[in-house]
């Protein structure tokens, strides 16, 4: 039996559009990431959240 030169990642991908193209969140994200789309896009529309710490003083007049 003769080795397969290809690698698991492109079977991953042929048999994903094999059985009608990427439909979910994991076969979209095999064929973007084999066909070389932009990785960085989601990071881009994500928002960076940062929380200020404050002293909270109780009064007790």
């Known amino acids: 039996m003769k080795q397969s030169k290809k690698t698991t990642f492109q079977i991953m991908y042929e048999t994903v559009m094999e059985n009608g193209g990427p439909t979910g969140p994991l076969s ?18 994500k928002i960076i959240v940062s929380f200020i710490k404050t002293k909270n003083k109780l009064s007790t007049d």
């Not at 979209?28 to 529309?45: I, L, M, P, S, T």
């Open 28 to 45: 979209k994200a095999v064929v973007d990431a084999f066909e070389g789309k932009n990785q960085f896009q989601q990071r881009e529309n």
